[in-house]
């Protein structure tokens, strides 16, 4: 029977290891403003301007333009990395950018025309996280009971 509390003890830590092990990363500077914390201004043509900012590789940038507008509809938004545009859209619409590796970078975003809405989110995309379902650990454990009692009635047996 200590057998098999061992082996139901060992599984248990096994499980509660691996999901404590699976913490978010943090994010970045450059996501910390994009979300929101101390968003750079709004510039007169209704873009956000940004100052290099230090970004984590896998970063992603996701921008969405939609109404209401105001001085004029625009037709088209823009992203740009360090001056280079990495993505356009036609109006409403959205952008993106996954950085390719950790560094400083100028996030700059852009209509062509007039002032809309904007919404910005940045960071690491979801990590898969492996999972078992309850039936499954359900079954592990009985099949490891089942063994653990088989193998104690043999040693029982030659006794």
């Known amino acids: 029977m ?12 096994i499980v509660g290891f691996s999901v404590q092990g699976n913490a978010q990363p943090e994010t970045s500077e450059g996501c910390d403003i994009l979300n929101g914390v101390d968003l750079p201004a709004r510039n007169p043509t209704g873009g956000i301007l940004g100052a290099s900012r230090a970004y984590f590789a896998g970063d992603t940038i996701l921008a969405t333009v939609s109404s209401p507008t105001e001085n004029g509809p625009p037709t088209s938004i823009e992203l740009r990395v360090d001056g280079n545009v990495v993505d356009s859209d036609s109006f409403p619409g959205s952008v993106t950018y996954v950085f390719p590796s950790d560094g400083n970078f100028d996030v700059d975003m852009d209509l062509d025309d007039g002032q809309a809405t904007w919404t910005l ?39």
Do not use: E, N
């Open 2 to 13: 200590p057998k098999i509390l061992v082996l139901l003890s060992l599984m248990i830590s």
């Open 121 to 159: 989110t940045c960071g690491q995309p979801p990590q898969a996280v492996p999972t078992m379902p309850i039936t499954g650990l359900v079954l592990t454990i009985l099949g490891v009971l089942l063994v653990a009692s088989r193998r104690l009635q043999v040693s029982i047996k030659r006794k």
